[in-house]
Nanobody, 121 residues
Framework: QVQLVESGGGLVQPGGSLRLSCAAS????????IGWFRQAPGKEREGVSC????????YYVDSVKGRFTISGDKTNNTVYLQMNDLKPEDTAVYYC??????????????WGQGTQVTVSS
């Protein structure tokens, strides 16, 4: 059974950093793409970043380029999203997801439960 569990969210001041984790089980991360998505109150869910673990290619939405970094840890079967220089507009529930396909971007089939990120002074 495919499971994705996010962690690492919290409250941070503008300019601060957080690292989100997405622990995968039920499949091996090595061959598949994992995406991070977010949904802010009153807004549609948007894709933030994606990593194709089979070749290491990464993708980012323009608003987070240069601030966020996605990476895969095949030893721990976990994908991380390092978020630096956080802004209030980054406030959202962050989800990781997969479709068990190899390439980004993805149309997710399996979702985690989400982790709240709040950027506020």
């Amino acid at each position: 059974q495919v499971q994705l569990v996010e962690s690492g969210g919290g409250l941070v001041q503008p300019g601060g950093s957080l690292r989100l984790s997405c622990a995968a089980s039920g499949f091996t991360l090595d061959y598949y793409a994992i995406g991070w998505f977010r949904q802010a109150p009153g807004k549609e869910r948007e894709g933030v970043s994606c990593i194709s673990n089979i070749n290491g290619r990464t993708y980012y939405v323009d608003s987070v380029k240069g601030r966020f970094t996605i990476s895969g840890d095949k030893t721990n079967n976990t994908v991380y999203l390092q978020m630096n220089d956080l802004k209030p507009e980054d406030t959202a529930v962050y989800y990781c997801a997969t479709r068990l396909t190899t390439a980004c971007p993805i149309e997710p089939l399996h979702w985690g439960q989400g982790t709240q990120v709040t950027v506020s002074s």
